[in-house]
């Protein structure tokens, strides 16, 4: 499933990235807009219906994609959920960087961050994890493949 709409969607629908004149709006970890939260809602009824029943729920700790699984599975989805940073975005922009794990165990009590690094997002300079870096396409791959051996 894929997350709702973010507050970064709604500006990327304004201001074309790649353009001439685009400028990152330094929406770090960006959230779900109210349609995100009412998509994500929606969903909900669709996950109820799943046969069979889900077995393992893996989602990004990027705060969108714990929103909308919130959202859309509950609480208590019936099933283990691993929090798995391969999961992520390609990192582009603020939006693609995540928060540290304490910050993410106080908005969501119900998912354990205790494996996640504290900067579990790429970065290119680790003394300062908030700098925007675009996620080379090495590493990206590299990352991907992990994923696929998983």
Request: net charge negative; glycine share 6%; with cysteine.
């Amino acid at each position: 499933m894929r997350h709702g709409v973010t507050e970064m969607n709604v500006y990327l629908s304004k201001s074309r990235y790649g353009s001439k004149n685009f400028r990152d709006p330094l929406l770090y970890d960006t959230r779900l807009t109210e349609k995100g939260k009412l998509g994500a809602q929606a969903a909900a009824a669709r996950v109820a219906r799943l046969r069979p029943r889900p077995e393992l729920l893996v989602v990004s700790p990027l705060t969108r994609a714990l929103q909308t699984a919130t959202l859309a599975f509950g609480h208590q989805p019936g099933c283990p959920v691993l929090v798995e940073p391969l999961w992520r975005e390609r990192l582009y922009l603020s939006s693609d960087v995540g928060r540290h794990p304490e910050l993410l165990q106080e908005e969501f009590p119900h998912y354990s961050f205790d494996h996640l690094e504290d900067v579990w997002w790429h970065t290119g300079t680790p003394d300062d994890p908030l700098a925007i870096h675009e996620e080379p396409d090495h590493v990206f791959v590299e990352r991907v493949g992990k994923l696929q051996q998983w």
